[in-house]
């Protein structure tokens, strides 16, 4: 069975798409902790992080790091933090997290984003890049 993140990679459900290669995807989520909030995933449906082999799981690193700044001046944020958790969606996936105190990464905080603002971040976000 396909996870929502596979559809959204199909196309199947829109997303608001900041980066993509061969192996990996990043778009908002759209019901964010923090505005700007980012998932990273890996094309390939692997249900927990630390299964990856361990070139993938570094390349999937290192591409929180390539977006961590662009996100981070979009947002406006002091810093971007990670979260691996793995509970959501049985899809590996890092969220990215603009945060500038301690409880912006309480993800009890979530909600939802407007279209408009989710378009508007997206491209600061790409434009940062």
Request: net charge negative.
């Given at each position: 069975?396909?996870?929502?993140?596979?559809?959204?990679?199909?196309?199947e459900?829109?997303?608001?798409?900041?980066?993509?290669?061969?192996?990996?995807?990043?778009?908002?989520?759209?019901?964010?902790?923090?505005?700007?909030?980012?998932?990273?995933?890996?094309?390939?449906?692997?249900?927990?992080?630390?299964?990856?082999?361990?070139?993938?799981?570094?390349?999937?690193?290192?591409?929180?790091?390539?977006?961590?700044?662009?996100?981070?001046?979009?947002?406006?944020?002091?810093?971007?933090?990670?979260?691996?958790?793995?509970?959501?969606?049985?899809?590996?996936?890092?969220?990215?997290?603009?945060?500038?105190?301690?409880?912006?990464?309480?993800?009890?905080?979530?909600?939802p984003?407007?279209?408009?603002?989710?378009?508007?971040?997206?491209?600061?976000?790409?434009?940062?890049?």
């Amino acid at each position: 069975m396909s996870t929502i993140f596979a559809r959204i990679i199909a196309g199947e459900i829109p997303c608001h798409k900041i980066w993509e290669d061969d192996r990996f995807f990043a778009f908002l989520d759209i019901n964010p902790v923090q505005h700007g909030m980012t998932l990273i995933i890996p094309k390939e449906e692997i249900d927990n992080s630390f299964d990856m082999p361990d070139e993938l799981y570094c390349d999937f690193l290192k591409i929180a790091k390539k977006l961590y700044e662009p996100i981070r001046r979009a947002a406006g944020s002091e810093r971007v933090g990670l979260v691996i958790e793995g509970l959501d969606v049985p899809h590996a996936h890092i969220k990215m997290i603009p945060i500038s105190k301690p409880g912006d990464l309480d993800q009890s905080n979530a909600k939802p984003a407007t279209p408009e603002a989710l378009t508007a971040m997206a491209e600061q976000i790409r434009g940062n890049l």
